[in-house]
């Protein structure tokens, strides 16, 4: 079946450095990618979504690129905080919906101060 | 906006009695409303789809009459867990679509619900 791989498990950087989150997936179809955060204890929050009619979306610290010939998208985070610590998940569309998602496995990203 | 609501947070409960978790959205209709069930330092698994009016629709291996589902109205749905035992015991998660397209058809989600069974 149709999945999405995520890349790293787990990211340790410093406070201030960059930090990017690497996914594959393998549903050429698949034309919608968002990102969820989770914070312990929390539901996912969408922090940056993009279409495959662009290659890339910034909104402030956060930024999405997307490679549809290679089928991988990445998470780029920027100037990283101490809040910014929870897991990450990516997620691809099924076909060209906004709504019925293949999901990552999650990254846990720890910004160590 | 984009807000759903998931009560209760936390529910502690003994073995064999039911629980009901409720999920609103609060700024936007949704005919289609999802249930999510995740453990510990894993991804989300989706249960089951639940449509306003209609049955839900449940992934493969999830029991439907264990875990119960009604969608009475756009902005409500509600997962019962029936009987529950330890072995239900995890994170579920409920999450809306935006029907009218006010944000733009995405997914958001419910803050979840802590259900452990003693």
């Known amino acids: 079946g149709e999945n999405v791989e995520q890349h790293p498990s787990t990211l340790s950087v410093q406070e201030g450095d960059s930090a990017v989150i690497k996914c594959t997936y393998s549903d050429s179809a698949s034309n919608y990618f968002p990102w969820y955060k989770q914070e312990l204890g929390k539901g996912p929050q969408l922090i940056i979504d993009i279409r495959s009619n662009v290659g890339e979306k910034k909104d402030q610290r956060i930024a999405v690129t997307l490679n549809k010939t290679a089928k991988h998208f990445s998470l780029h985070i920027t100037e990283t905080q101490p809040e910014d610590s929870a897991v990450y998940f990516c997620?691809?569309?099924?076909?060209?919906?906004?709504?019925?998602?293949?999901w990552g496995a999650g990254t846990k990203l720890i910004i160590k101060p | 906006g984009a807000v759903v609501s998931q009560h209760p947070s936390r529910v502690i409960c003994k073995s064999g009695t039911s629980v009901k978790i409720e999920c609103r959205s609060l700024d936007f209709q949704a005919t289609t409303m999802f249930w999510y069930r995740q453990f510990p330092k894993q991804s989300l698994m989706l249960m089951a789809t639940s449509n306003e009016g209609s049955k839900a629709t449940y992934e493969q291996g999830v029991e439907k009459d264990k875990f119960l589902i009604n969608h009475a109205s756009l902005t409500l749905s509600t997962l019962t867990v029936t009987s529950a035992h330890p072995e239900d015991s995890s994170f579920y998660i409920c999450?809306?679509?935006?029907?009218?397209?006010?944000?733009?058809?995405?997914?958001?989600f419910g803050s979840g619900t802590q259900l452990s069974v003693l």
């Open positions: 997620a691809a569309s099924i076909g060209d919906s906004n709504y019925q998602l293949i």
């Open positions: 999450s809306a679509r935006d029907l009218y397209g006010k944000f733009d058809e995405k997914l958001f």
